[in-house]
């Protein structure tokens, strides 16, 4: 009797269309019957491509009769609407793109597919990316598969509940400030959110071009080590990605012993009105950690609370440059008015949200004249500073572990109205992508309300492979990325 096909794993699935249990087509189409299921309820894709996938699973199932083998060959993965996909719409979760079909592909989405990957279709993210919870996409917000009330995280929201709801195998998802570590916590499942420079970002639509970093959302931290020998690797068509060899990620992952690993706790990341089953929680990952052989430093990171202001002076200013382009003149939403101005006042009027908007006006001013020096230039200052700190820990450690959030998944609307408290949601992602680093979030348990809880494993810049086989070695001996909504 055949499992049922979405609950599989990358490798999993990997094994049976190897063995010839099933075919990519019976697999892909699990998944697109799964779909049609649940995501009326949970809005975890904006856009499904039932005959592309399909017509790319009989394509995968030809080979594999050929005799090809592979990772990812016949692998049903979602995209988020972020990254560029030759002939299939990608709106960045925004009005203003709501029509718009490119013609080519990004990079990661030409190497999956050159992989044999099958692309159920795209996934919902906050518009262009801005966002902890999925609420500001344009096509309405996504829903957590564990409580539907309750948000999915963000930006990759809609990654992380279309894995958690065993709507695709695995799915890519961005992390410019915590967006592939925040969904991957809320949701109960493996993100990994890679360094800076490690996987090419041509392709995708940006938001902060010095923060930016593609991930990968999958059901254990073997699933993300797969798919990220694939798509990581140098791209001469991005200029800041890494010209550097790409590790063997997956023979990284070496088993549960842990003997001569040195974690370092934070202490700045255990605060005041953090959730205290979170803490526990984590605390309890960590002593697990030390059970298999590591051993256990507390460290500081004296900067961190810098992290917020300078995020939110930086991520603005860098969004405010990117988004300049969109203005009705190329591609995207036109709204005609009465000249050039006019049109393209009343075309970002119209086709960007709110909290864009908030952003591009922030950015705008921290880059005007008079302002630049006192407002974006210290806090690029502020960020070497942040950057010394890990620089520094990691002399004494080979990896940070803290938790990925101080509280589990929020009810929808609940920060709507206030701003602030949506960003300090970040409080403990967005200095990893002001450092440039990598790490990991693992599902470490469940609060009282059954809802997830995320341990973050922080490496230094190209320490994927790190940060994977401890999260590995983890999941060995826990079942805690097993819990399924």
Request: net charge negative; hydrophobic share 45%; charged share 20%.
């Amino acid at each position: 009797m055949l499992p049922d096909l979405s609950t599989l794993t990358v490798h999993a699935a990997r094994e049976g269309l190897r063995s010839r249990a099933f075919s990519a087509v019976a697999l892909t189409q699990a998944f697109l019957d799964r779909i049609t299921a649940l995501n009326p309820t949970l809005n975890a894709y904006l856009t499904v491509d039932a005959d592309g996938a399909l017509a790319m699973a009989t394509a995968a199932d030809a080979r594999i009769v050929a005799g090809e083998d592979g990772p990812l060959l016949g692998v049903p993965i979602a995209l988020k609407d972020v990254l560029v996909t030759r002939g299939v719409r990608t709106t960045a979760g925004s009005k203003i793109l709501a029509d718009y079909v490119p013609v080519w592909d990004a990079t990661v989405v030409a190497r999956l597919r050159a992989a044999g990957a099958v692309f159920l279709g795209k996934t919902n993210t906050d518009e262009f990316a801005m966002g902890s919870s999925t609420e500001n996409s344009a096509f309405g917000v996504t829903r957590n598969p564990w409580a539907h009330d309750r948000v999915p995280g963000g930006s990759s929201g809609g990654s992380g509940a279309a894995v958690a709801a065993g709507l695709c195998c695995a799915a890519l998802g961005t992390d410019t400030g915590g967006s592939v570590r925040l969904p991957a916590a809320f949701c109960g499942v493996t993100g990994l959110k890679n360094s800076y420079g490690r996987v090419s970002r041509y392709g995708l639509i940006a938001f902060g071009s010095s923060l930016d970093s593609i991930g990968i959302l999958a059901r254990d931290a073997r699933d993300a080590a797969s798919i990220n020998a694939v798509i990581a690797g140098h791209d001469p068509q991005d200029a800041t990605s890494l010209d550097a060899p790409v590790p063997d990620y997956t023979a990284a992952l070496t088993g549960p012993d842990l003997r001569g690993l040195r974690i370092g706790v934070p202490r700045e990341y255990f605060i005041e009105g953090i959730q205290p089953e979170v803490e526990a929680a984590v605390r309890a990952a960590i002593d697990g950690l030390v059970a298999l052989g590591a051993t256990c430093h507390e460290v500081s990171l004296p900067n961190t609370s810098l992290g917020l202001p300078v995020y939110y002076l930086i991520a603005p200013a860098e969004a405010s440059a990117n988004l300049a382009r969109f203005d009705g003149v190329k591609y995207g939403l036109r709204i005609e008015g009465d000249g050039l101005e006019s049109m393209m006042r009343e075309t970002r009027g119209a086709g960007f949200g709110p909290e864009v908007k908030r952003r591009i006006m922030l950015g705008t001013y921290a880059l005007s004249a008079g302002y630049h020096d006192a407002y974006y230039t210290r806090a690029q200052r502020a960020r070497t500073l942040i950057k010394r700190d890990f620089d520094h820990a990691f002399e004494h450690v080979d990896v940070i572990a803290s938790p990925v959030a101080p509280g589990t998944a929020f009810r929808i609307g609940e920060h709507v109205d206030d701003p602030l408290q949506m960003y300090l949601e970040d409080v403990f992602t967005i200095n990893m992508n002001l450092a440039g680093i990598c790490g990991v979030s693992v599902p470490c348990g469940l609060d009282s309300n059954r809802l997830p809880i995320g341990l973050q494993l922080m490496a230094p810049a190209f320490g994927e492979a790190i940060a994977l086989r401890v999260a590995d070695a983890y999941q060995r001996v826990t079942a805690h990325h097993l819990q399924r909504p």
